[in-house]
């Protein structure tokens, strides 16, 4: 069983950067795999970014590559989602997510733990 509470969303200006925080229980953090997704007002919950369980690989979606980095400590527990130069289409919630395995999933459906979310929400 894994729990999983994001923090560091907020309101920024485009532009802007935040950093989101995803802190994991348990004492096998680094046997998930972690990803976040985002979901906007109207649209279906997407795959972000998703990282391998060692941190050693990881996936982006082709709207946030070169502007988002996703990384992690599994000495904290923890995984980031570093979000530089957003857009106003960067607004929504923004969750994480975990699954067993070494090997992230692009598929939503192949997660088992996630987290509340936490609001992004960048204006022009």
């Known amino acids: 069983q894994v729990q999983l509470v994001e923090s560091g969303g907020g309101w920024v200006q485009a532009g802007g950067s935040l950093r989101l925080s995803c802190a994991a229980s348990?004492?096998?953090?680094?046997?998930?795999?972690m990803a976040w997704f985002r979901q906007a007002p109207g649209k279906e919950r997407e795959l972000v970014a998703a990282?391998?369980?060692?941190?050693?690989?990881?996936w982006y979606a082709d709207s946030v590559k070169g502007r988002f980095t996703i990384s992690r400590d599994n000495a904290k527990n923890t995984m980031y989602l570093q979000m530089n130069t957003l857009k106003p289409e960067d607004t929504a919630v923004y969750y994480c997510?975990?699954?067993?395995?070494?090997?992230?999933?692009?598929?939503?459906?192949?997660?088992?733990?996630w987290g509340q979310g936490t609001q992004v929400t960048v204006s022009s």
């Open positions: 348990g004492r096998t953090f680094n046997g998930y795999a």
């Open positions: 990282v391998t369980g060692g941190g050693g690989n990881s």
């Open positions: 997510a975990a699954r067993p395995g070494s090997w992230y999933a692009v598929n939503q459906k192949d997660y088992a733990y």
